[in-house]
């Protein structure tokens, strides 16, 4: 499966621009600092000029064009974030005008970035678990019903994976959101879905260019509902607010569903009763799930990621707000994207279950399953 870059991975090249302000900010050298914010605004210029360009959907009854347009589009929104925060916290500690607790967690950010891109390349240590399952399959009749056994355990740990990470986002969504009037929040995102954001004007480039990574991430979002990824999101996120408010187990129940686990789960073991596969077919099977619960794993800490700088972007709008202005206010802008992020995100882990068909970026434990035993039933899918 080909895995994107991170964004951390992209903004590689503001590396040394940030060691750079962090050095002379520790030496208190603030006459170096001129020169680190136009390094920094350069290489946010050339990364933001070296993104791909995004294809059209040029006939959207083609599956194929959809997804990569869609795809294209969502990793674009969270470099555009990733990218806003950096430049704001580099802002901050450029002005010197706020508090040493805002500025050390300024400085925290810019060195968490820089212990995060020191290792960008991404590593599969899964595709290794995989080698070894198949190199070493247990022998005879007890060994592959060992295997069989191996294989719907791995699913079983898949679903539990996806379901008690998700539960975790949501709910940090939830306490992040719950403060502000969801009605308001949903109508808010529909204006901003209407209205073009402009670039940010500013005599601080750094603050300016962060809002202008932000409302070009809100194009992007704008593409999304286009296509038709956000035409459900109101109803799901009420949904989700209504499980929150009934308690855990309802929560836990309705992602249940969402992802189709137990359903998943009891098809894939009526397959493992029926299936032929020979015992390295069924190991090299569970090392895939094993590799695909790795992948959401981490697709879930970009999320973490995401959030993170949401939260401090929002904790940051007064100043930001106070050296550069958008069109659109910036609460408003931020409280919609983490709307949106949220419903992305488990419309991702939906795609993994393969419940989804608003997002199919990736072959999920259903899609693996039916290949690797051999089957040729349609696996149960929720409309996404």
């Known amino acids: ?38 390094e920094m605004l350069h290489a946010a210029q050339r990364i933001l000029s070296s993104q791909e360009t995004i294809p059209q959907v040029q006939d959207e ?168 990824v956000l035409q459900k999101l109101e109803e799901e996120i009420k949904v989700l607010w209504e499980a929150i408010h009934q308690g855990a187990d309802a929560l836990s129940g309705l992602l249940a569903y969402t992802f189709g686990s137990q359903s998943g789960a009891a098809q894939i073991t009526a397959w493992l009763q029926a299936t032929q596969a020979p015992t390295p077919q069924l190991n090299h099977g569970a090392g895939s799930i094993q590799e695909l619960t790795t992948q959401w794993k981490r697709l879930i800490e970009t999320y973490g990621r995401l959030f993170q700088s949401l939260e401090r972007l929002h904790a940051l709008g007064a100043w930001l707000e106070g050296r550069a202005t958008l069109n659109f206010p910036l609460e408003t802008l931020l409280l919609s994207v983490y709307i949106v992020s949220l419903d992305v995100a488990l419309l991702q882990g939906m795609d993994y279950a393969d419940t989804a068909r608003l997002i199919q970026w990736v072959p999920g434990v259903m899609v693996i399953s039916k290949a690797v035993l051999g089957m040729d039933t349609e696996s149960p899918t929720e409309d996404g």
Request: net charge negative.
């Open 1 to 38: 499966m080909a895995i994107k870059p991170s964004p951390e991975a992209l903004l590689h090249p503001l590396r040394a621009p940030v060691q750079g302000l962090l050095q002379a900010l520790q030496a208190g050298k603030r006459r170096a600092l001129p020169r680190a914010r136009q």
């Open 61 to 228: 009854s083609v599956p194929l064009q959809v997804q990569s347009c869609t795809q294209a589009c969502w990793h674009s929104f969270e470099t555009h974030i990733a990218l806003a925060h950096l430049l704001s916290e580099a802002a901050l500690l450029c002005a010197g005008d706020t508090s040493e607790e805002e500025q050390l967690v300024a400085r925290n950010s810019l060195e968490g970035f820089l212990a995060q891109t020191a290792t960008a390349e991404v590593e599969q240590p899964a595709q290794e678990t995989t080698s070894r399952l198949a190199e070493h399959p247990p022998a005879g009749a007890d060994g592959r019903q060992e295997a069989v056994n191996q294989y719907r355990q791995t699913v079983l740990a898949f679903y539990d994976t996806l379901l008690e990470t998700s539960r975790a986002l949501v709910l940090r969504a939830y306490q992040n959101l719950s403060a502000f009037d969801l009605a308001k929040v949903l109508a808010d995102l529909k204006k901003l879905l209407a209205l073009d954001a402009q670039p940010a004007q500013s005599q601080d480039e750094l603050a300016a260019q962060a809002l202008t990574s932000l409302a070009q991430a809100t194009h992007e979002v704008q593409r999304l509902h286009q296509i038709g």
